[in-house]
């Protein structure tokens, strides 16, 4: 199985912080990921598809990047709305795999 | 509005069965690959399998960890999506959730159904 390797695992930032959420994939992947953002008692939104994709409404300070087996999700500006958990999932090979998540939190 | 409603959750028995199901409206079901997820309390989410659509056989894939276990089926004369779930163990304990995804762009997803698995 395809090893997601989530970091961090917990971070606390200020609000109109810059964020950074990384996930490693143990094999290559390609493009084969989507970001997901959990809130408490909800289920989890959508909020990037194939590796670069900005899902619907999701906003403009959401960004993502790759560098080989990284990649990362980036909050330009940290707001209230923003926390959540955060997982990534690769659909490159079966099983498809989750990393482990990351709780963001205000400071 | 696209809208998915799991129900059918609740509390089983260890080595007991228990069938989930998902109600679909506000898109046309039958253009979607239909996936199931779970979630233990406090954990990451877990892929289950999926169901692809008519046009690609209504054939499956499934996690080897409930391969054998667990069946995905579909009716989309009723806009519905299923989970059979047997022999559960208290490790199948989670929310179970149904979403749809068109190129595994999983879009929707249900509010969740509880299923806790003891004696």
């Known amino acids: 199985d395809i090893q997601m390797t989530q970091s961090p695992s917990s971070l606390s930032a200020s609000l109109g912080d810059r964020v950074t959420i990384i996930c490693r994939a143990s094999q290559d992947i390609g493009v084969y990921l989507n970001w997901f953002q959990q809130k408490p008692g909800k289920s989890p939104r959508l909020m990037i598809y194939g590796a670069t994709n900005l899902g619907d409404g999701v906003p403009s300070r959401f960004s993502v990047s790759r560098s080989g087996s990284d990649y990362s999700l980036t909050i330009s500006s940290l707001e209230s709305e923003d926390i959540a958990i955060y997982y990534c999932?690769?659909?490159?090979?079966?099983?498809?795999?989750f990393g482990s998540g990351t709780k963001l939190e205000i400071k | 509005e696209v809208k998915l409603l799991e129900s059918g959750g609740g509390l089983v028995q260890p080595g007991g069965s228990m069938r989930l199901s998902c109600a679909a409206s506000?898109?046309?079901?039958?253009?979607?690959?239909m996936y199931w997820f779970r979630q233990p309390a406090g954990k990451a989410p877990e892929w289950l399998g999926f169901?692809?659509?008519?046009?690609?056989?209504?054939?499956?894939e499934y996690n080897p960890s409930v391969e054998g276990r667990f069946t995905i089926s579909r009716d989309d004369t009723q806009n519905m999506l299923y989970l059979q779930m047997n022999t559960l163990s208290a490790e199948d304990t989670a929310t179970y959730y149904c979403?749809?995804?068109?190129?595994?762009?999983?879009?929707?997803w249900g509010q969740g159904a509880s299923v806790t698995v003891s004696s």
């Open positions: 999932l690769q659909y490159d090979k079966y099983p498809l795999t």
């Open positions: 169901i692809r659509n008519k046009g690609n056989g209504y054939t499956t």
């Open positions: 979403a749809r995804a068109l190129f595994r762009r999983m879009d929707a």
């Open positions: 506000g898109f046309t079901f039958t253009d979607f690959y």
